[in-house]
């Protein structure tokens, strides 16, 4: 028994003063700067020239888009703390003054490296394989007149040239946009004037020429035809420049909300009118025309980011969208967990297969749409299925979870879906989908007002003989198929009475009244889940029996109560592995403190996203895996669920997961205590990914052939197939 009702272990507030550690530093590393190097760590994939060079170009647009958020969200709540004059510190005792200040020369450095690796890399090796990201002066008269058709067709009937004088006053630049600042003469009276074109995001980033494989900017087909766009007048300059708003949607905790559709609603139609935050400019704008749209969008030179290159470098994502595979890494289809077909590889009735045990799904190594959208699409078809219920954060457009949920609706069974609204950046794809299965008959759930529901969480009610069963699926990640191709994460689907129960009281507290706040099982964020994982970790110290051992593999570290959990453990002599992909705010290595904490990152072609939590010693070690990063948001202003893992051959599939990770020198880094981060000295060369590719083939090979004999032999013959290569 869990018992949750409790008072919480509260993480120290941002106001206290932060406690040095023995060496006298900050006894935290800064949670922005730790995010800035995991973003760097992302740009290093696409320096690496050992990678594939479309898959390169795929990581310098993740960079591009990875920044874009932290300004908008993270650079953008700095910006309003200095405003509203708090004075609160960050865990390592900067004030949100000092942190932008420290920010600022960090991003310079890496949007410097970004563009360096873009022009003096990635676009020439795109260039040698036939991929050439053309100017406007390199190309031949033909290719001009091809352009110049485009133009006339696509582009000019779409653009709006936006003067700037006292009878216009100056346009409102919406966040993201890509626009031109155009400086142009009036030859009949001498008068210079300034104009402001958007590129609309309708318009593809790059004009692709009918060779398919030469691209050219948007920006710079329109620069060359600006003479168009304002006839009679002198066209004397232009430049591209770029605006990033704050774009977070906060409802205040405290809002009571008649109708929190509607709030978000409301606040997504702010969102479009935040205060600028960030102005990219190339290269060459003049200091007049940098000096008009920093006093237009009340910025300082502080906020302006000069780049040597294209803006917008996202925008390459629809370069590595190229029918190219020789570009690319080789591809992986997730093979079907062994246990959910048959010896004639036909799937299984999967509720047969949970009533004699538990499984466990590894994606994208194990196939999605084969595991968990076929538990929820046999569910839906199901004559005894009585209810389904749901937690939906984010999801895909097409989402066939979504589609088998209308169809049980509209059979009559009872469907209930928590569709949470405040899901940063899906917030408008989630209404769709809420209005949608509401039209269906679905009972939606919008979510809780000053809570994010982000537990994923799926319960199945079925009717077997005289009795109800509970069939359920906890995960780490959200219910997508397209995510769980690129996103590596675990999923537990049971038919464990206990869990089965718990998750019925989670969904009573989520679509009614209910204050539940004890479980069976189910570890359940904000009751008290902070509280339980600081007592496991106690308990790895109060025996004198041993000396402990603890394990985490999750997104980020920056909750203080768990961070100094650690320390104590450290200090007793635990011994303490932590795998963290992006923010990690714990020091490791400082004598006194954590000489006995290691942490690693493995950052590669999947995006390392599930948690996995494990305390004790091998033969006595305890598992659990659910949605909660260690952070403040998710521990406190999140609706989060972890699940322990109790079968044996469950927990060693985990633990292979961990191994490999730890074992990992070729996508792993190590942070030091001063806070850096470098790469893990390779020396056996296993890639995280790779490596459980291999494994999760050699599974299904097994469940196909018994007899270990026949699998060798048909792993070098039989029907063509290969395990993916090694590097």
């Not at 949470?420 to 899906?426: P, Q, V």
């Not at 869990?499 to 969904?507: P, Q």
Request: net charge negative.
């Amino acid at each position: 028994m869990t018992d949750l009702d409790q008072a919480p272990v509260e993480a120290p507030a941002d106001a206290e003063e932060p406690r040095p550690d023995p060496d006298g530093r900050p006894r935290y590393i800064n949670r922005e700067l730790s995010w800035l190097d995991f973003n760097a760590r992302v740009l290093a994939l696409a320096e690496d020239g050992d990678t594939p060079v479309l898959e390169r170009a795929k990581f310098l647009a993740i960079f591009s888009s990875n920044l874009d958020e932290f300004f908008q969200v993270r650079v953008a709540a700095l910006h309003d703390k200095q405003a509203a004059g708090l004075g609160m510190t960050s865990l390592d005792g900067l004030t949100p003054a000092e942190q932008l200040r420290v920010i600022r020369p960090r991003v310079e450095e890496l949007i410097a490296r970004q563009a360096g690796i873009f022009l003096n890399d990635v676009a020439p090796a795109l260039g040698q394989a036939g991929i050439v990201l053309s100017d406007w002066e390199s190309l031949d008269d033909d290719d001009r007149e091809y352009l110049v058709d485009v133009f006339n067709r696509r582009i000019f009937p779409v653009l709006t040239p936006l003067a700037v004088d006292p009878g216009h006053p100056f346009p409102y630049i919406s966040n993201l946009s890509l626009n031109l600042a155009v400086s142009v003469r009036d030859p009949g009276s001498g008068a210079r004037r300034f104009a402001r074109l958007k590129v609309p995001p309708l318009l593809p980033r790059f004009v692709v020429m009918p060779d398919g494989e030469r691209f050219v900017a948007v920006e710079q087909v329109i620069a060359a035809h600006l003479d168009s766009l304002f006839p009679g007048m002198e066209i004397e300059k232009h430049d591209t420049f770029r605006v990033t708003r704050n774009a977070d949607v906060t409802l205040e905790d405290d809002e009571e909300a008649d109708d929190l559709l509607a709030a978000v609603e409301l606040e997504l139609r702010r969102r479009r009118f935040g205060r600028a935050v960030r102005l990219e400019v190339a290269t060459t704008m003049s200091d007049e025309t940098r000096e008009l749209l920093l006093r237009e969008l009340e910025l300082s030179a502080d906020d302006v980011y000069v780049v040597d290159g294209p803006l917008e470098l996202s925008g390459l994502m629809a370069v590595y969208d190229l029918d190219r595979p020789d570009l690319k890494d080789s591809s992986w289809v997730g093979v079907t967990q062994p246990r959910l077909v048959d010896e004639d590889g036909d799937a299984c009735d999967i509720f047969a297969v949970l009533r004699e045990r538990e499984v466990l799904v590894h994606h994208p190594y194990d196939s999605f749409s084969t595991s968990v959208v076929a538990f929820i699409e046999q569910a839906a078809s199901d004559p005894q299925v009585l209810a389904i219920k749901q937690t939906l954060y984010r999801t895909s457009g097409d989402s066939p979870i979504i589609k088998a949920l209308i169809r049980a609706a509209e059979t009559g069974k009872q469907v209930a879906a928590l569709v949470e609204l405040k899901a940063r950046f899906d917030e408008q794809a989630n209404i769709a989908w809420a209005r949608a299965l509401e039209e269906a008959g679905v009972h939606v759930v919008y979510g809780l007002v000053g809570l994010k529901t982000h537990a994923k969480t799926a319960l199945v009610v079925r009717e077997e003989g005289d009795s109800i069963r509970h069939y359920c699926h906890v995960g780490t990640g959200n219910y997508n198929p397209k995510t769980a191709r690129i996103y590596e994460d675990i999923g537990l689907l049971s038919a464990d009475a206990e869990l089965g129960a718990d998750l019925a009281e989670l969904f009573n507290y989520l679509t009614g009244y209910s204050r539940q706040t004890e479980y069976r099982k189910l570890l359940v964020a904000p009751a008290g889940l902070r509280q339980s994982i600081v007592e496991l970790i106690a308990a790895e110290h109060d025996s004198s029996e041993r000396n402990g051992r603890i394990v985490m593999k999750m997104n980020n570290l920056v909750d203080t109560a768990i961070i100094d959990a650690l320390y104590e453990a450290s200090q007793a002599g635990v011994d303490i592995d932590l795998i963290v992909r992006g923010i990690c705010c714990l020091r490791p290595g400082v004598p006194g403190l954590s000489e006995n904490i290691k942490v690693r990152s493995v950052v590669g072609r999947y995006l390392e996203h599930s948690r996995i939590l494990t305390f004790g010693e091998r033969g006595r070690r305890r598992y659990l895996i659910g949605s909660a990063d260690l952070m403040p948001r998710n521990l406190d202003r999140r609706v989060e669920a972890m699940t322990p893992v109790e079968d044996p051959d469950l927990q060693a599939r985990l633990q292979e997961v961990l191994d490999v990770n730890l074992a990992d020198d070729l996508l792993a880094w190590r942070l030091a205590e001063d806070g850096s981060w470098a790469k893990v000295p390779s020396g056996d060369g296993l890639n995280t990914h790779l490596r459980l590719q291999e494994l999760a083939f050699e599974r299904a090979r097994r469940r196909r052939s018994p007899d270990p004999r026949r699998a060798a032999d048909q792993s070098r013959s039989d029907d063509g197939e290969a395990p993916p290569a090694g590097d």
